[in-house]
């Protein structure tokens, strides 16, 4: 198994209690900090890079462990952690390696400043980020990307996006109420010639996510649809796709990265950045439900799967 897909499996894998928790990555007991920068200082060093050590250490910490880490190498050694491991790694191995030694936040707004930076914008990237984010993390996300770049990320959006799908990205930042939706997006869609967009980029992105589901579980006795054959019959494009993802992480979001996962892997073009993305910012939010959505989904464990695509990924 390449280097790379066991970093990932045990991303997947590392339970780190007898009960199931939503993230997968969690404090390791007894951490010694300077015990951990001794073992990647020497990691390092090692002729060819002992990349067995880095990774078997830092998958099975927390972002704020890694700091600390960080912090005792930078001591230890005299120089910065993270630039050595630039240096020491490459590749597939570098990106996950440089991805967990950022907050989720951090790794969320460089994901999104990579998606519209030069020329043409990665929407799927956009979308996937912008759309499966709660309020309180796109607040976070957007404090962040100020201080990473110096930039407004509603105006980075704005200039590198148009139209209806510009306006639902920059509107889903807003605090989220709740208040009744359901004629309201029948009224804007189906029930009428042509669809009333900006009634549904309101509801979408106003309403709390319980009152949401709500809505959508009786939006049938509305409308001869169900939400999401709604959206694919009044719009299309990227505006399409951003309300199918609203809705699919509205009604089950670890099912919808369990999804994105499983079509990731699917054949031999495999997205390697997707899967990367996804285990890498999810570790330590909730990637012990999308595990249990995948074996459900798809009939096999996350690590078998990873383990299996590994020609494909890596």
Known sequence: MSLVSEFLGQLSLSMGSTEPKYPTVIPVSNFDPDKDA??????????????????????????????????????RAKKDMITALKGALSGSLESVILGLMKS???????EIRGSIKGLGTDE???????????????????TVYKELFK??????????????????????????????????????????????????ISIMSERSVPHLQKVFNRYKSYSPYDMQE??????????????????????????YFATRLAEAMKGKSAK???????????????????????????GKSLYQTISVSRTTLY
């Open 151 to 200: 930039k407004d990320l509603e105006k980075d959006v704005a200039g590198d996006t148009s139209g209806d799908f510009a306006k639902l990205l920059l509107a889903l930042h807003l605090i989220m109420l709740d208040i009744s939706g359901l004629q309201a997006l029948y009224d804007a869609g189906v029930k009428r010639k042509g669809t009333d967009v900006a009634t549904w």
């Open 230 to 255: 709604s959206i694919r019959k009044e719009v299309k494009g990227d505006l399409e796709k951003s309300f199918l993802t609203l809705v699919e992480c509205f009604e089950n979001k670890q099912l």
């Open 104 to 110: 989720t936040a951090q790794y969320d707004a460089t």
């Open 272 to 298: 390697e950045k997707v899967v990367t993305r996804i285990m890498v910012s999810r570790c330590e939010v909730d990637l012990m439900k999308i595990r249990t959505e995948f074996k459900s989904l798809t």
């Open 38 to 75: 001794a073992r990647i200082e020497t990691a390092i060093k090692t002729k060819g890079v002992d990349e067995a050590t880095i990774i078997d250490v830092l998958t099975k910490r927390t972002y704020y462990q890694r700091r600390e880490i960080a912090f005792a190498y930078e001591k």
């Open 124 to 142: 799927e990237t956009l979308i996937e980020i912008v759309c499966s984010r709660s309020s309180s993390e796109l607040s976070e996300i957007k």
